[in-house]
């Protein structure tokens, strides 16, 4: 099955400074790729998603890229304020029907 | 919309009971998928019903078990509970579709085992 890798696993910045978490999977079928972010004691929440036939997409101060050559994506979120701070999660999925997750990031945002 | 909503919120049981677990998707999702989670693994997925059926499974032992009904709520049940069930148990839903994979997660069950 598919196999999800995630870094780092902790990530320390500087408010105003940029944070990039990465993701590796391992099944080329893979096609989908959302990104959660989870508030201490609260619900998973989609903050964004990549589909396979993009490169990148935007939202605001935060970015996904997607390499499917390499097998791998990226979370960028810039101008980190410390409302980011939060456990990030990377996940893959074929077509949508069964979801493999990263193991998590943990982003602190230092004032 | 209303969100996703799980019940009960919190439950605390001792070893060897069993447990069941509900979880109401948003309007309209046909999809619900459990996951586990724990501090050492992450999200572990343990299963997806589409429409009544059993879509998807992942590596659980046949002690998890799971249902949905034909309003799309979902139950997922635990027997012989042991000291390593204690998690986090997070329900998802989606349409279930193809082309619409985004998947909404509910607030989670929080499961004791003592």
């Known amino acids: 099955g598919e196999n999800v890798e995630q870094h780092p696993s902790t990530l320390s910045v500087q408010e105003g400074d940029s944070a990039v978490i990465k993701c590796t999977y391992s099944?080329?079928?893979?096609?989908?790729f959302p990104w959660y972010k989870q508030e201490l004691g609260k619900r998973p929440q989609l903050i964004i998603d990549?589909?396979?036939?993009?490169g990148e997409k935007k939202d605001q101060r935060i970015a996904v890229t997607l390499n499917k050559t390499a097998k791998h994506f990226s979370l960028h979120i810039t101008e980190t304020q410390p409302e980011d701070s939060a456990v990030y999660f990377c996940?893959?999925?074929?077509?949508?029907?069964?979801?493999?997750f990263g193991t998590g990031t943990s982003l602190t945002v230092i004032p | 919309k209303a969100g996703v909503t799980q019940t009960p919120r919190y439950l605390i049981k001792t070893r060897g009971q069993q447990v069941t677990l509900s979880c109401s998707p948003i309007s309209g999702h046909r999809s619900v998928s459990w996951y586990q989670q724990t501090p050492g693994q992450g999200l572990q997925f343990l299963f997806e019903y589409f429409s009544e059926t059993q879509r998807n499974k992942g590596n659980f032992p046949g002690r998890f078990s799971g249902r949905q009904f034909s309003n799309s709520r979902s139950e997922m049940n635990v027997s012989t509970l042991e000291l390593g069930d204690s998690a986090l148990y997070l329900c998802a839903s989606s349409l279930g579709l193809a082309g619409v994979p985004e998947q909404f997660f509910g607030p989670g069950t929080r499961l004791t085992v003592l």
């Open positions: 099944d080329s079928a893979s096609n989908y």
């Open positions: 990549i589909r396979s036939n993009v």
């Open positions: 996940a893959a999925s074929i077509t949508g029907n069964q979801f493999y």
